[in-house]
């Protein structure tokens, strides 16, 4: 028989200042890639209390949670992976922005949608990011999303 494979759920936030999105880089393997900030939702954790640890965790700040902007599957063709992303608004309420001690943390910055059209970002949001930043997004679950790194 099979060993039992699970859906990852990660919830994300969209925080938006000025005009520009929040994005943390990891690095991996020698290579840096761009993703919301967010991670994976503890048994027993709810989703706004998990995305508050994990911009805490990632970022040292505290956020205030809007509404829910988007939801997408990254499914691995392989059948090794599959996440579920909640990503929500979210908006910047207290703290110093600090990138926090896990090894993969490699930096955070803000980028306009220009920006963000080229980054190697995972899932690859780019397109439903420009979206949101261009106030024109419309929908709310984008189906399924994968991209290689």
């Not at 690095?27 to 761009?34: F, R, T, V």
């Not at 209390?49 to 063709?77: H, K, T, W, Y």
Request: a negative charge.
């Amino acid at each position: 028989m099979p060993p039992s494979k699970t859906v990852r759920i990660r919830v994300c936030g969209i925080l938006v200042e000025n005009g520009r999105l929040l994005l943390i880089s990891h690095k991996k393997d020698g290579g840096i890639y761009w993703l919301l900030p967010g991670g994976g939702v503890n048994y027993g954790e709810s989703l706004d209390q998990a995305l508050v640890r994990e911009f805490m965790e990632e970022l040292n700040i505290g956020i205030a949670i809007g509404p829910l902007a988007m939801v997408c599957d990254s499914i691995d063709p392989e059948g090794e992976r599959h996440v579920l992303n909640i990503c929500f608004r979210c908006t910047y309420d207290s703290g110093e922005f600090r990138i926090g001690s896990e090894e993969r943390l490699h930096g955070y910055s803000f980028f306009d949608a220009e920006s963000l059209g080229e980054l190697p970002m995972y899932p690859p949001l780019n397109g439903p990011l420009v979206s949101i930043l261009n106030n024109s997004n419309k929908e709310i679950y984008l189906g399924r999303i994968w991209q290689d790194k």
